[in-house]
Nanobody, 119 residues
């Protein structure tokens, strides 16, 4: 069974930090592009950070310098380290992995984890 599960969300004060985890089962992240998206109340889904299969990373301007995406291939887990959090970072964060495998597009999503930044 293929599954992607996010964890690590919660309530944090402005200026604080959280590390989100995305664990995969049924497949391995190696060879997949991985991304973190978020959707804030009243807004559309936004690409926050991405890590390509070639090792290049991209970040939304709003989080650049504060967030870091990384992988632990041994643990088959993707992380999003979030520092200096702001109230506007409040959103549901989703993990995504995608690739073309044997000519077929694979696109996996987790269920999301809530991040609330508030004092």
């Amino acid at each position: 069974q293929v599954q992607v599960v996010e964890s690590g969300g919660g309530l944090v004060q402005p200026g604080g930090s959280l590390r989100l985890s995305c664990a995969a089962s049924g497949f391995t992240f190696s060879g997949y592009a991985v991304n973190w998206y978020r959707q804030a109340p009243g807004k559309g889904r936004e690409l926050v950070a991405g890590d390509s299969t070639t090792g290049s990373t991209t970040y939304a301007d709003s989080v650049k310098g504060r967030f870091t995406i990384s992988r632990d291939n041994y643990k088959n887990t993707v992380y999003l380290q979030m520092n200096r959090l702001k109230p506007e970072d409040t959103a549901v964060y989703y993990c995504n992995a995608n690739a073309v495998v044997l000519g077929r597009k694979r696109d996996y999503w987790g269920q999301g984890t809530q991040v609330t930044v508030s004092s």
